[in-house]
């Protein structure tokens, strides 16, 4: 018998919501140096009662040792939410919502005004192929099928299509019929544009076009020719021997060839502009340096300085104040007054949030920073020395969330005197050496780096070679190891390690 009726049915359950002032904050904890500046700039846009304060009182950077720094820490550790009611305290808001920042950097108008030129245009590959496809003596059925080649090349420049995928994809799009041999004549000819190689079948054949078309005519030439044409199979597994042995040379005309192989483009397609390099690059978020004593080196102290260059300071409008203070003078009950009170009394809220989530984050980069610097002293003192470490051991020092130390942690760059290093590099998981010390996983990394660059490259080492130098120098650690350490470093089996000397 089927049951029918309402039930009335009470549970209870915990739920975790974040409020408008976390997810803000979230968001700018992520951000790097350029995005907080970036982002700064669009709230100071949206939010008319946001504005810059004046530079010229304020300091270029926080340091670790800053007072006001430290009284700010102590007043801003949560979010407060702006007093509900409808009187706002100017007189403290104006006294604790701005946050120290600094001017932009060196150059004044004549940077900003290079910063907002835009960048020049570079034709594509695909562009500058189709302008030389043009120029080629093609018939209405050969510029279709190359119209389908230069569509078909994947990222490298090769075409991996299928010809009889391309024949039928002409007869049914356009109603023209051609054959293999016409896709194979097209893709001949238009390996021979510019970069030479393009539109290969694959690394044999782009090598192979590259060493026709090279203008020296030298036994190297002909050899690596020979080589890739007969030899492909020995040369990949670099079974040097054997390829003396067959064509009947020496070592010194091998290396020859296998240099001038070597000197190929093996990806023709991968073209990058000379000025594409200039387009991204690297500003770090902190400077960490260690400046001993001069009584003892062991005696000195490390010096942290937060990156805010570019970064203006902010504060709430004095204008907005005033304008606040004329309408409640007023006493007005109007609908107009009253919503000129609750548009200003919501952006006075909102730029509050948004100075106490800038403020929260400055800390929360400098706790992160401090806590890496102490528990890796040895690395910003010498530059070795790396310890292991992993986001738990941060989140469990400064208290927060290993998400939120994920944030910090992410895309962010330290300057040091050794270098410029993403922090992702302090983290590592640890290994035991014989005598029980724990060690970084990356220093074992690097000293198996050491160890392949030393080897003997017409011997090169195993993995379980390499295995047992390790042991030797107090690393346990099994020949799987290894293997993966290796393929992280992108080094390649012992075999294709092999050199001829």
Same mark, same amino acid.
């Given at each position: 018998?089927?049951?029918?009726?309402?039930?009335?049915?009470?549970?209870?359950?915990?739920?975790?919501?974040?409020?408008?002032?976390?997810?803000?904050?979230?968001?700018?904890?992520?951000?790097?140096?350029?995005?907080?500046?970036?982002?700064?700039?669009?709230?100071?846009?949206?939010?008319?009662?946001?504005?810059?304060?004046?530079?010229?009182?304020?300091?270029?950077?926080?340091?670790?040792?800053?007072?006001?720094?430290?009284?700010?820490?102590?007043?801003?550790?949560?979010?407060?939410?702006?007093?509900?009611?409808?009187?706002?305290?100017?007189?403290?808001?104006?006294?604790?919502?701005?946050?120290?920042?600094?001017?932009?950097?060196?150059?004044?108008?004549?940077?900003?005004?290079?910063?907002?030129?835009?960048?020049?245009?570079?034709?594509?590959?695909?562009?500058? *192929?189709?302008?030389?496809?043009?120029?080629?003596?093609?018939?209405?059925?050969?510029?279709?099928?190359?119209?389908?080649?230069?569509?078909?090349?994947?990222?490298?420049?090769?075409?991996?299509?299928?010809?009889?995928?391309?024949?039928?994809?002409?007869?049914?799009?356009?109603?023209?019929?051609?054959?293999?041999?016409?896709?194979?004549?097209?893709?001949?000819?238009?390996?021979?544009?510019?970069?030479?190689?393009?539109?290969?079948?694959?690394?044999?054949?782009?090598?192979?076009?590259?060493?026709?078309?090279?203008?020296?005519?030298?036994?190297?030439?002909?050899?690596?020719?020979?080589?890739?044409?007969?030899?492909?199979?020995?040369?990949?597994?670099?079974?040097?021997?054997? *390829?003396?042995?067959?064509?009947?040379?020496?070592?010194?005309?091998?290396?020859?060839?296998?240099?001038?192989?070597?000197?190929?483009?093996?990806?023709?397609?991968?073209?990058?502009?000379?000025?594409?390099?200039?387009?991204?690059?690297?500003?770090?978020?902190?400077?960490?340096?260690?400046?001993?004593?001069?009584?003892?080196?062991?005696?000195?102290?490390?010096?942290?300085?937060?990156?805010?260059?570019?970064?203006?300071?902010?504060?709430?409008?004095?204008?907005?104040?005033?304008?606040?203070?004329?309408?409640?003078?007023?006493?007005?009950?109007?609908?107009?007054?009253?919503?000129?009170?609750?548009?200003?009394?919501?952006?006075?809220?909102?730029?509050?949030?948004?100075?106490?989530?800038?403020?929260?984050?400055?800390?929360?980069?400098?706790?992160?920073?401090?806590?890496?610097?102490?528990?890796?002293?040895?690395?910003?003192?010498?530059?070795?020395?790396?310890?292991?470490?992993? *986001?738990?051991?941060?989140?469990?020092?400064?208290?927060?969330?290993?998400?939120?130390?994920?944030?910090?942690?992410?895309?962010?760059?330290?300057?040091?005197?050794?270098?410029?290093?993403?922090?992702?590099?302090?983290?590592?998981?640890?290994?035991?050496?014989?005598?029980?010390?724990?060690?970084?996983?990356?220093?074992?990394?690097?000293?198996?780096?050491?160890?392949?660059?030393?080897?003997?490259?017409?011997?090169?080492?195993?993995?379980?070679?390499?295995?047992?130098?390790?042991?030797?120098?107090?690393?346990?650690?099994?020949?799987?190891?290894?293997?993966?350490?290796?393929?992280? *470093?992108?080094?390649?089996?012992?075999?294709?390690?092999?050199?001829?000397?």
């Amino acid at each position: 018998m089927i049951k029918t009726g309402q039930n009335l049915k009470q549970s209870q359950n915990l739920q975790q919501k974040l409020s408008p002032q976390q997810i803000q904050f979230i968001k700018l904890l992520q951000l790097p140096t350029v995005g907080i500046e970036q982002r700064i700039k669009e709230e100071i846009e949206m939010n008319p009662v946001l504005e810059e304060d004046d530079p010229d009182r304020l300091e270029d950077t926080v340091q670790e040792n800053d007072p006001e720094w430290e009284d700010k820490e102590e007043s801003t550790d949560e979010l407060e939410p702006v007093d509900q009611h409808e009187d706002i305290d100017w007189d403290s808001f104006m006294h604790n919502t701005e946050y120290e920042g600094s001017s932009y950097s060196g150059g004044g108008m004549a940077n900003e005004e290079w910063k907002d030129l835009p960048d020049p245009y570079h034709e594509t590959l695909l562009e500058e *192929l189709e302008k030389q496809v043009s120029l080629l003596d093609l018939s209405e059925e050969e510029q279709l099928i190359a119209d389908q080649i230069l569509g078909s090349l994947d990222e490298d420049g090769y075409f991996r299509r299928e010809a009889e995928a391309v024949v039928d994809n002409i007869a049914f799009n356009q109603g023209v019929l051609v054959n293999a041999d016409d896709i194979e004549n097209v893709r001949r000819q238009i390996q021979q544009l510019d970069p030479i190689g393009i539109a290969s079948r694959d690394l044999r054949d782009c090598l192979w076009c590259q060493l026709r078309n090279t203008t020296t005519d030298d036994d190297a030439r002909d050899i690596a020719l020979e080589i890739v044409e007969n030899h492909w199979e020995s040369f990949e597994k670099k079974h040097f021997s054997k *390829l003396k042995q067959r064509i009947d040379i020496n070592g010194e005309q091998l290396s020859e060839a296998f240099e001038l192989i070597r000197s190929l483009d093996p990806k023709p397609g991968a073209v990058v502009h000379p000025d594409d390099d200039n387009q991204q690059y690297i500003e770090p978020d902190f400077e960490v340096y260690y400046e001993p004593s001069d009584a003892d080196d062991d005696d000195g102290e490390f010096i942290i300085r937060l990156n805010r260059r570019n970064v203006p300071p902010l504060r709430i409008s004095p204008e907005y104040k005033q304008m606040w203070n004329n309408l409640k003078s007023k006493n007005d009950s109007e609908s107009n007054e009253k919503q000129a009170k609750k548009f200003i009394k919501d952006k006075v809220e909102s730029a509050q949030w948004f100075i106490d989530s800038i403020i929260q984050r400055q800390n929360t980069l400098m706790n992160t920073m401090k806590t890496i610097v102490s528990l890796q002293e040895d690395f910003f003192k010498y530059g070795e020395g790396l310890k292991p470490m992993i *986001l738990k051991d941060i989140a469990k020092r400064i208290k927060m969330d290993i998400s939120t130390v994920s944030r910090v942690v992410n895309g962010k760059y330290v300057q040091t005197h050794f270098g410029v290093y993403e922090l992702k590099y302090f983290f590592s998981e640890g290994l035991q050496t014989e005598d029980g010390e724990d060690v970084s996983n990356r220093e074992v990394k690097n000293y198996l780096e050491e160890l392949i660059e030393q080897e003997n490259k017409q011997k090169p080492l195993s993995d379980q070679a390499l295995t047992e130098l390790l042991k030797e120098k107090g690393y346990k650690v099994a020949r799987r190891t290894v293997s993966k350490y290796r393929e992280q *470093l992108q080094i390649p089996v012992a075999r294709l390690r092999k050199q001829i000397v």
